[in-house]
Antibody, heavy 120, light 106 residues
Framework: EVQLVESGGGLVQPGGSLRLSCAAS????????MHWVRQAPGQGLVWVAR????????IYADSVEGRFTISRDNAKNTLYLQMNSLRPEDTALYYC?????????????WGQGTMVTVSS | EIVLTQSPATLSLSPGERATLSCRAS??????LAWYQQKSGQAPRLLIY???NRATGIPARFSGSGSGTDFTLTISSLEPEDFAVYYC????????FGQGTKLEIK
């Protein structure tokens, strides 16, 4: 079964750090670009970051640029999001999503998300 | 940043009716637009990619159209399971989502 499972969320104080993980299974992880998308409680989807196949090309939303770092370990089939200098407005459910590639250009597989709460 | 504006914010219809959802981009995204469905408590599901192509396993009652700045998602005859929130998303310049349209039962 093709699956993405996020972990690492939790409660953190403003200014703190957290690292999210996304474990992939059921497909060849190293052949897909990967993304993080977040959703604040009761709100819409917001794209956060993207990484290409080997990690050599990354882009970020303006709201997280310089604070968040996306990375991947293809040997471990895992995507990461290092989040530093966290703010209350970063509170959200964080999804990892697979980009289907040229044959299916969209986010075709999603995890169930991991909740991050930034509060004192 | 390309802003996507979806309308209406909420659409109230009955099963069997036709639903028309709109997504307008602040600048041209060519055909690089996708649509997603999100049900309460679930992750989003890809419905349409590149404006008009149905993703794997998506029923034929879902169709997409448009190019440039104006796009439409049409559900030809609503089934009870179609009542959800729908998002458009562009990939022409980085990535952004619209704010969503809630499709609710009338």
């Amino acid at each position: 079964e093709v699956q993405l499972v996020e972990s690492g969320g939790g409660l953190v104080q403003p200014g703190g750090s957290l690292r999210l993980s996304c474990a992939a299974s059921g497909f060849t992880f190293s052949t897909f670009w990967m993304h993080w998308v977040r959703q604040a409680p009761g709100q819409g989807l917001v794209w956060v970051a993207r990484m290409n196949l080997d990690g050599s090309n990354t882009i970020y939303a303006d709201s997280v640029e310089g604070r968040f770092t996306i990375s991947r370990d293809n040997a471990k089939n895992t995507l990461y999001l290092q989040m530093n200098s966290l703010r209350p407005e970063d509170t959200a459910l964080y999804y990892c999503a697979r980009y289907g590639g040229t044959s299916l250009p969209g986010f075709d597989i999603w995890g169930q998300g991991t909740m991050v709460t930034v509060s004192s | 940043e390309i802003v996507l504006t979806q309308s209406p914010a909420t659409l109230s219809l009955s099963p069997g009716e036709r639903a028309t959802l709109s997504c307008r981009a602040s600048q041209s995204v060519s055909i690089y637009l996708a649509w997603y469905q999100q049900k309460s408590g679930q992750a989003p599901r890809l419905l349409i990619y590149d404006a008009s192509n149905r993703a794997t396993g998506i029923p034929a009652r879902f169709s997409g159209s448009g190019s440039g700045t104006d796009f439409t998602l049409t559900i030809s005859s609503l089934e009870p399971e179609d009542f959800a929130v729908y998002y458009c998303q562009q990939r022409a310049n980085s990535y952004t989502f619209g704010q969503g349209t809630k499709l609710e039962i009338k």
